[in-house]
T-cell receptor, first 110, second 114 residues
Framework: ELKVEQNPLFLSMQEGKNYTIYCNYS?????LYWYRQDPGKSLESLFV?????AVKQEGRLMASLDTKARLSTLHITAAVHDLSATYFC??????????FGTGTSLTVIP | DTEVTQTPKHLVMGMTNKKSLKCEQH?????MYWYKQKAKKPPELMFV???????INESVPSRFSPECPNSSLLNLHLHALQPEDSALYLC?????????????FGPGTRLTVT
């Protein structure tokens, strides 16, 4: 059975702090995506990671992919309140079928 | 245009009603998807259309009936739904068969079944 697990499920962090969200998946894939979802809203694409060792950065967020370890990380640097949202990773095993992670609900506290 | 549109934004329907959700994209994508998302859960894949043909049906009850009239449109016909079908229904599209097939999501339809 294909599994995509994220941890932590819930994260409360202070503004200005750094933290990392982890995404582990059970079957080999070299295509991984990160999405952000605000409450009651749709999914917004953050990063597309397409090869082992891929690293992408946008503002205070940086994502990486290690296909050998079947692990992706989403690193948050100097968190601000605007980053409060739920973050999902999604793994593409078959070419167009995404398997979403469990999600990480992030709250940034002033 | 990198937008996926969905109508209606909100829908309230009784268990005996028939209604339809509509999704449209003009990015030339040949794969389109329906997802169901319950509160605080990840999206669950329902259907995948590839080149206007149904390629994946994730064991969805027959009260949900998808339709892809052309490469830009995707419908989801609803009939005799149950209260537990209340959820956010998301449509997405992507390039078919291309590595890096990022999925673009529409804003969703918030469905309430009474």
């Amino acid at each position: 059975e294909l599994k995509v697990e994220q941890n932590p499920l819930f994260l409360s962090m202070q503004e200005g702090k750094n933290y990392t969200i982890y995404c582990n998946y059970s079957t080999t894939s070299d295509r991984l995506y990160w999405y952000r979802q605000d409450p009651g809203k749709s999914l917004e694409s953050l990063f597309v990671l397409l090869s082992n060792g891929a690293v992408k950065q946008e503002g205070r967020l940086m994502a990486s992919l290690d296909t050998k370890a079947r692990l992706s990380t989403l690193h948050i640097t100097a968190a601000v309140h605007d980053l409060s949202a739920t973050y999902f990773c999604a793994v593409d095993y078959t070419g167009n079928q995404f398997y979403f992670g469990t999600g990480t609900s992030l709250t940034v506290i002033p | 245009d990198t937008e996926v549109t969905q109508t209606p934004k909100h829908l309230v329907m009784g268990m005996t009603n028939k209604k339809s959700l509509k999704c449209e994209q003009h990015m030339g994508h040949r794969a389109m998807y329906w997802y169901k998302q319950k509160a605080k859960k990840p999206p669950e894949l329902m259907f995948v259309y590839s080149y206007e043909k149904l390629s994946i049906n994730e064991s969805v009850p027959s009260r949900f009936s998808p339709e892809c009239p052309n490469s830009s449109l995707l419908n989801l016909h609803l009939h005799a739904l149950q209260p537990e079908d209340s959820a956010l229904y998301l449509c997405a599209s992507s390039q078919r068969g291309i590595a890096g097939g990022e999925q673009y999501f529409g804003p969703g339809t918030r469905l309430t079944v009474t």
